[in-house]
């Protein structure tokens, strides 16, 4: 009888180990962002002369030899759009969510007052030409499976390095399932960075609780603190990246500790070790 606790305990630990173990990547997908400073929604300019998310922020920071991080979502026809935030007010000035919009009117609307619109992912690509390693992070929404879908389809046009990342687990899982072979990632920060969502969903992204379904390859982290969690998924061997480093931030420390950077506003090297 004196040894149950022991093994409600080590019972315990093994399930909290299996919900939140990574997959461990390949050589061949970690490859291409190993050590690599990864240029935040392209190489955009604090002043917005260069906005985020734009084709001559996406060109700058390839001709800088960068990396680029960029978010895509749905537009009301269902094209897979490159835009971060829900609804269209700070970027764009205009009232209404981006997916109530087809992409004609999306590409028309100006980005921080400039002459640059909303680009589709299909003409990032195009653009690019393979040209730079993509972390494509997909927006968590009402039809993440056809956002899934249309993304993996335009994705695997790309001749260059590219891996796909998430604060949502389902699409991770949607990925792991569908395209194994693509290195995806877990995005996450400390759980009270997550307030405007609620307390369970701090819990779950604070902790990587999703990791049971999504068994990410790397965990983006931001500046929060690490939870526990997150420190035993690093220990298991899930690769690190840091979201978003930028001058203000001590890169030293930070570059020894992660696999690889997102940053904006600076122009560090492409990479380091």
């Not at 490859?31 to 906005?51: C, E, Q, S, V, Y």
């Not at 990632?185 to 405007?196: E, K, M, N, T, V």
Request: proline share 6%; charged share 25%; aromatic share 10%.
């Amino acid at each position: 009888m004196t040894r149950l606790p022991a093994i409600f305990a080590l019972a315990l630990w093994a399930g909290v180990l299996w919900l939140i173990a990574p997959e461990k990547s390949t050589e061949k997908q970690r490859t291409p962002f190993w050590k690599l400073n990864i240029a935040h929604r392209g190489l955009h300019t604090k002043d917005k002369t260069i906005p985020e998310n734009s084709l001559p922020a996406f060109v700058r920071a390839e001709k800088a030899g960068y990396g680029i991080e960029l978010d895509v979502q749905l537009s009301k026809d269902g094209t897979v759009m490159v835009f971060h935030d829900d609804t269209l007010w700070r970027v764009c000035g205009r009232k209404g969510r981006l997916r109530s919009f087809c992409s004609q009117q999306l590409n028309k609307m100006y980005l921080f007052g400039t002459k640059h619109t909303i680009p589709s992912l299909q003409q990032v690509l195009e653009q690019l030409e393979g040209k730079a390693p993509l972390v494509v992070e997909l927006k968590s929404g009402k039809n993440n499976t056809m956002l899934c879908q249309k993304t993996l389809e335009l994705m695997r046009t790309y001749p260059g390095p590219w891996c796909v990342e998430s604060f949502d687990p389902r699409i991770l899982a949607w990925f792991r399932h569908n395209a194994p072979d693509v290195l995806r990632g877990q995005l996450a920060d400390s759980p009270d960075s997550f307030r405007q969502w609620g307390p369970a969903a701090g819990a779950l992204l604070g902790n990587l609780l999703g990791n049971c379904i999504a068994r990410p390859h790397f965990v983006a982290w931001g500046h929060g603190k690490k939870t526990l969690a997150v420190k035993l998924c690093e220990k298991m061997g899930a690769m690190k990246l840091r979201w978003t480093v930028r001058p203000e931030d001590c890169r030293e420390p930070l570059e020894g500790e992660y696999d690889g950077i997102i940053f904006e506003y600076e122009t560090p090297k492409v990479r380091y070790q």
